[in-house]
């Protein structure tokens, strides 16, 4: 597609519910990053994937994160057992090989309830 | 571990006028990389600038220049002749040069609202 693509765009669950979100960055960029953005604040770093790997993952929070990217494109990020502090602006950026831009999708809103 | 501060949660201006946007930040690399992105309601971060630490000169793309002050690690935002669509949320970010596992990631300011006023 034309650009970073995140679904859903919005999510509301309840406590302790699973939700899966989803990226699709741009076509031919292999590098991949997930921030989320609390309100009112800057996007922390959660992970970031080369390829189908994840090259680092410093940011995940505790191991109710996890985020797979199993073809080296699509990427999808998993949280167990949402808590209510999880709520948050998930955002996925792509970065282009060639200039080192960032693209960004407009993000999932979750809101854990 | 590099950390960037925006100091002004909130800026106004009046459409047509200027006003600058301030981001500090702190480091021990000596190369990398400092962006303005905006954040419009879209939630989507938009790349507004962009200046490499090893030039001197500071970086300009049309009504937007920055006032990069390497040695005071100052990085500021001037966004002249205002727009009504410059209202937005200002993200300050740094990124290091260096490759490793960690290239290209950035770190975020706390951000600072611009309203424009007509």
Redesign the interface.
């Given at each position: 597609g034309a650009g970073v693509s995140q679904t859903p765009s919005n999510k509301v669950t309840e406590k302790g519910k699973y939700v899966e979100l989803r990226c699709d960055p741009i076509s031919g960029h292999t590098?991949l990053?997930w921030?989320r953005q609390s309100l009112?604040?800057?996007?922390?770093?959660l992970i970031?994937f080369?390829g189908t790997g994840a090259?680092?993952d410093?940011g995940l929070p505790n191991d109710r994160f996890f985020a797979v990217r199993p073809e080296g494109s699509v990427s999808t990020l998993k949280i167990q057992r949402t808590e209510r502090g999880d709520s948050a602006?998930y955002?996925c950026?792509s970065?282009d090989r060639n200039t080192?831009?960032?693209f960004?999708?407009?993000?999932s809103?979750l809101t854990v309830l | 571990a590099q950390t960037v501060t925006q100091s002004q949660p909130e800026m106004s201006v009046q459409e047509a006028e200027t006003v600058t946007l301030s981001c500090t930040y702190d480091t021990s690399e000596s190369d990398y990389y400092l962006f303005w992105y905006k954040q419009p309601p879209s939630r989507q971060m938009i790349l507004v600038i962009r200046q490499e630490a090893y030039k001197q000169q500071n970086a300009t793309e049309n009504r937007f220049s920055v006032n990069f002050q390497k040695a005071a690690k100052s990085f500021s935002l001037k966004i002249s002749d205002s727009q009504l669509g410059d209202a937005a949320m200002y993200f300050c970010a740094y990124r290091s040069r260096s490759g490793g596992t960690s290239y290209g990631k950035l770190t975020f300011g706390q951000g600072t609202i611009l309203t424009v006023h007509p």
């Open positions: 590098a990053y921030y009112g604040q800057g996007p922390e770093f970031y080369q090259a680092d410093s602006v955002l950026a970065r080192g831009e960032l960004f999708g407009e993000g809103r | -």
